[in-house]
């Protein structure tokens, strides 16, 4: 007996201390480069900025091993998620199929979407697609190329908010929340409504679902969600009053990236924790998270506003004169909204075997102002995040590694339907 209670605390401090992160590397990485990060580095509170590092190891199987590096990370310290609540969203749309598992219901399945209650609108068909009609597959694609704000809400119409935030805790996302639209004023009783929605094959319906409501608010203990000096309202009018970010979507970094660790490397997680996904729904995902937009025919992007480096923020910076040879890829979701920058990635460098995650956010709204559209992006938290991405990946080229890891399975030589 006290030798089971012995392993049993053995395995107990183990998990602790796996649990535990260093948050003394990345801040004497940042101050030892004033050079790069001066503009943040002079108050990094007013620049909300938050960093978590994870260095991977493989096994002699290739199954990662992570070690994980913070700074300034705090889950109750608020920052708007914006476009990065779209990645778990694509993950729950395809778990979603496959539990309802019906005959003849696939993402590639088209669907309508009609309305049944205030500000809700209706879609039947989608003209970027190569049919001309909208599916789950394809609003994915366009989420995870473009980050389009019109396919992340109609996932949320198609899972419900009660589902997505009941798969966020399932998936040890205790920190966040999942509650509204993005982009159209979505909030309060508005956001606890989603859409009736009917998927069809020719004249057949294969699936219908009626509208849903969700009664709970998901309230949470939160700082931070008062910020600033006045707004801009709907009607573009000035109110000289902090702006209230209560009431919207919570994501903090620690969870964006469990949520990512989940989704590349489930090998590294007990089955019983790891999405209910395909290896082809796996693969659908790396491939277009992973790809510039140019590189897709569906939907067509016009290269000038949707360059290359559109969706990639770190490493790359969303710099427009970066012509990537594909050597490198991020595979990531970002998202930029009322002064905030974030962006949740793993980064590979197949050439050089280099691999790692990191997620950021920084935020720059000197005037205080929000919802305004003057934010300093270009001067501030693009280069930041290019710089950050740029310095860690340096890191990783010099770091030994006893097993090069093989990356093949983020390898793609053609499409993936």
């Not at 050079?35 to 990662?64: C, G, M, S």
């Not at 489930?266 to 790396?286: C, G, S, V």
């Not at 930041?384 to 340096?394: M, Q």
């Amino acid at each position: 007996m006290r030798s089971f209670f012995l392993v049993v605390f053995a395995l107990s401090m183990a998990k602790s201390s796996a649990q535990q992160t260093d948050t003394v590397f990345l801040k004497k990485l940042i101050e030892s480069h004033p050079d790069l990060f001066d503009a943040v580095l002079k108050d990094p509170e007013h620049k909300q900025v938050q960093l978590i590092y994870t260095q991977i190891d493989r096994d002699k199987h290739n199954i990662p091993h992570f070690t994980t590096y913070s700074y300034r990370l705090n889950p109750s310290w608020y920052f708007y998620p914006a476009s990065t609540v779209k990645l778990p969203a694509t993950i729950f749309a395809l778990e979603k199929i496959n539990e309802l598992d019906i005959k003849g219901l696939k993402k590639e399945t088209p669907l309508k979407i009609d309305s049944a209650w205030e500000k809700q609108t209706s879609v039947i068909a989608d003209s970027s697609a190569p049919t001309g009609l909208p599916s789950i597959a394809h609003y994915i694609k366009k989420i995870l190329l473009t980050s389009d704000n019109d396919a992340f809400n109609r996932l949320f119409e198609f899972l419900g908010r009660a589902e997505i935030n009941k798969k966020l805790q399932k998936n040890g996302a205790t920190h966040s929340r999942i509650v509204n639209r993005l982009a159209i004023g979505d909030k309060g009783e508005w956001a606890k409504h989603t859409n009736p929605i009917t998927f069809y094959q020719d004249d057949q319906i294969v699936y219908q679902q009626d509208a849903q409501y969700d009664r709970e608010d998901y309230k949470m203990d939160l700082q931070n969600v008062i910020r600033g000096r006045a707004y801009m309202d709907a009607k573009d009018s000035l109110i000289l009053k902090p702006y209230s970010f209560e009431g919207l979507n919570v994501y903090p970094l620690a969870d964006q990236q469990l949520i990512m660790k989940k989704l590349l490397f489930p090998e590294a997680f007990p089955k019983k924790e790891r999405f209910h996904l395909t290896k082809a729904d796996y693969q659908f995902i790396y491939y277009y998270m992973s790809r510039f937009p140019h590189e897709v025919d569906y939907p067509k992007y016009d290269p000038n506003e949707f360059w290359p480096t559109y969706s990639k923020l770190l490493f790359f910076g969303r710099d427009k004169d970066i012509k990537p040879n594909g050597a490198i890829r991020s595979f990531n979701k970002y998202g930029d909204s009322y002064g905030f920058n974030i962006d949740n990635a793993y980064i590979v460098d197949f050439e050089n075997g280099v691999e790692f995650l990191l997620a950021a956010v920084v935020q720059s709204n000197n005037n205080e102002v929000y919802n305004d559209s003057v934010y300093e992006y270009e001067e501030v938290t693009y280069p930041f995040l290019k710089n950050i991405g740029r310095l860690i990946y340096e890191h990783e080229l010099k770091r030994e590694k006893k097993v090069k890891p093989d990356l093949s399975k983020f390898e793609f030589s053609g499409i993936v339907k």
